[in-house]
């Protein structure tokens, strides 16, 4: 389950993964918090993940914050 997702990403949620995709715009550089969450009907656990978008022509960096 997807909780937090910027507007300009999209995520398809395919089995046991997930695909990202998305342009962000200049307005978007910055961190951007990605928030999911798996359960099952024992247990849950989230993954907290921080896109964050440089200027035009720097690649983009994922770092994951935390998992919960």
Do not use: C, K, M
Request: glycine share 8%; aromatic share 6%.
């Amino acid at each position: 389950q997807i909780i937090e997702l910027p507007a300009w990403l999209d995520a398809t949620l395919d089995g046991n993964s997930v695909l990202f995709s998305g342009t962000p715009g200049l307005e978007e550089v910055g961190p951007h918090p990605i928030v999911l969450e798996a359960s099952d009907d024992n247990s849950s656990t989230r993954a907290i993940f921080t896109v964050n978008v440089g200027l035009p022509g720097y690649l983009p960096v994922v770092e994951q914050a935390a998992s919960e």
